[in-house]
């Protein structure tokens, strides 16, 4: 399954010399680089569908789609216009723009915002029979675990440093209850869990997540609801959101999974071109059946609202663009 979702976002861009052909207006443009998160996660297709639409446009298809290391690196790369267009996250961006901070030590106040998408939720998958039945239980119990999260700059190993110090704990403490974390990309983690060699790993997607479908029908797990105190911390401190993923969303999920997320955001700089990024926010407005077919998250997004949530200022061209469809004044 993650196999057919790169394919379709290769797809998408190899298609679109014939698309190009046709289309009224042919610009031109110097290269565009989109960056996004692992190739097998939903970001890359959807970046894909976006850069084919918003390729229409214009002549050598200048729009491309490549990997990222996730939310955290992004803004570093797109704030410093190595890349024109990028995906995060708000409480990121809005980090990144201040600089002196935690996360970001120099400011990136040439960050600007394009739309927001889907949103995406943190998932805990634990093999099934594991003591571990809500993630509290890592503080109290301290299991020797094997546990898998994102590479450095990613969403996953961010929200796992959180997590550990909202209970008092830092991630090195697992090493000393006689385990082990392993920083790996979505495909890393997948293979990991399915071989045996992790009992905890954690995702930052969007359910269904077609990735935790496959793992969990191979090697039965359960996804641990988030407490309260924990979920408060996350939303206090970094404005995650409180959501639930509803019983059965998920094989072998009886239960509510009580959890947090964000819906993520397209991100640009201050220089990148204004009719650039005003065609980028035209095309996913005008274009929700194409987005959703690159990824079903995109099913409930609402286009009405993808200029709402996103932490940083406006790029001229996606603002222009609201305006002339009534969603800003």
């Given at each position: 399954m993650k196999r057919r979702s790169f394919l379709a976002g290769s797809v998408g861009?190899?298609?679109?010399?014939?698309i190009a052909r046709i289309a009224q207006a042919q610009d031109r443009i110097r290269p565009v680089e989109f960056i996004t998160?692992?190739?097998?996660?939903?970001?890359?297709?959807?970046?894909?569908?976006?850069?084919?639409?918003?390729n229409r446009f214009y002549s050598g298809q200048?729009?491309?789609?490549?990997?990222?290391?996730?939310?955290?690196?992004?803004?570093?790369?797109?704030?410093r216009a190595q890349s024109d267009l990028g995906i995060s996250y708000a409480p990121f961006?809005?980090?990144?723009?201040?600089?002196?901070?935690?996360?970001?030590?120099?400011a990136l106040p040439n960050l600007r915002s394009v739309a927001s998408g889907s949103t995406n939720m943190l998932h805990f998958v634990?093999?099934?029979?594991?003591?571990?039945?809500?993630?509290?239980?890592?503080?109290?119990?301290?299991?020797?675990?094997?546990?898998g999260t994102g590479p450095n700059g990613s969403t996953e190993l961010f929200s796992m440093q959180q997590l550990f110090a909202a209970m008092n704990l830092n991630m090195r403490d697992?090493?000393?209850?006689?385990?082990?974390?392993?920083?790996?990309?979505?495909?890393?983690?997948?293979?990991?869990?399915?071989?045996?060699?992790?009992?905890?790993?954690?995702?930052?997607?969007?359910?269904?997540?077609?990735?935790?479908?496959?793992?969990?029908?191979?090697?039965?797990?359960?996804?641990?609801?988030?407490?309260?105190?924990?979920?408060?911390?996350?939303?206090q401190r970094w404005s995650f959101i409180r959501y639930d993923i509803p019983a059965n969303t998920y094989p072998g999920q009886s239960e509510v999974v009580h959890t947090v997320g964000l819906p993520y955001v397209i991100i640009t700089h201050s220089a990148a071109d204004e009719t650039?990024?005003?065609?980028?926010?035209?095309?996913?407005?005008?274009?929700?059946?194409?987005?959703?077919?690159?990824?079903?998250?995109?099913?409930?997004?609402?286009?009405?609202?993808?200029?709402?949530?996103?932490?940083i200022d406006l790029h001229p061209g996606a603002a222009r663009f609201y305006r002339e469809v009534g969603l800003l004044t």
């Amino acid at each position: 399954m993650k196999r057919r979702s790169f394919l379709a976002g290769s797809v998408g861009i190899v298609a679109a010399p014939a698309i190009a052909r046709i289309a009224q207006a042919q610009d031109r443009i110097r290269p565009v680089e989109f960056i996004t998160g692992s190739p097998t996660a939903s970001w890359f297709p959807v970046a894909a569908a976006i850069a084919e639409m918003t390729n229409r446009f214009y002549s050598g298809q200048p729009v491309s789609v490549i990997p990222g290391a996730g939310a955290v690196s992004n803004p570093v790369r797109v704030g410093r216009a190595q890349s024109d267009l990028g995906i995060s996250y708000a409480p990121f961006l809005q980090l990144a723009v201040q600089g002196n901070n935690e996360v970001y030590r120099d400011a990136l106040p040439n960050l600007r915002s394009v739309a927001s998408g889907s949103t995406n939720m943190l998932h805990f998958v634990v093999e099934r029979g594991s003591p571990i039945r809500r993630v509290r239980d890592l503080a109290e119990q301290r299991p020797r675990l094997r546990i898998g999260t994102g590479p450095n700059g990613s969403t996953e190993l961010f929200s796992m440093q959180q997590l550990f110090a909202a209970m008092n704990l830092n991630m090195r403490d697992a090493e000393t209850w006689g385990g082990r974390i392993e920083r790996l990309p979505t495909s890393g983690r997948a293979d990991g869990y399915l071989n045996r060699q992790l009992d905890l790993t954690n995702y930052f997607i969007n359910p269904p997540a077609a990735e935790i479908v496959e793992m969990l029908n191979s090697r039965p797990g359960t996804i641990l609801s988030i407490d309260d105190d924990v979920r408060d911390f996350l939303a206090q401190r970094w404005s995650f959101i409180r959501y639930d993923i509803p019983a059965n969303t998920y094989p072998g999920q009886s239960e509510v999974v009580h959890t947090v997320g964000l819906p993520y955001v397209i991100i640009t700089h201050s220089a990148a071109d204004e009719t650039l990024i005003y065609r980028v926010a035209k095309v996913m407005f005008e274009n929700k059946a194409r987005l959703a077919a690159a990824h079903s998250s995109f099913a409930d997004w609402d286009p009405r609202r993808m200029n709402q949530g996103l932490g940083i200022d406006l790029h001229p061209g996606a603002a222009r663009f609201y305006r002339e469809v009534g969603l800003l004044t």
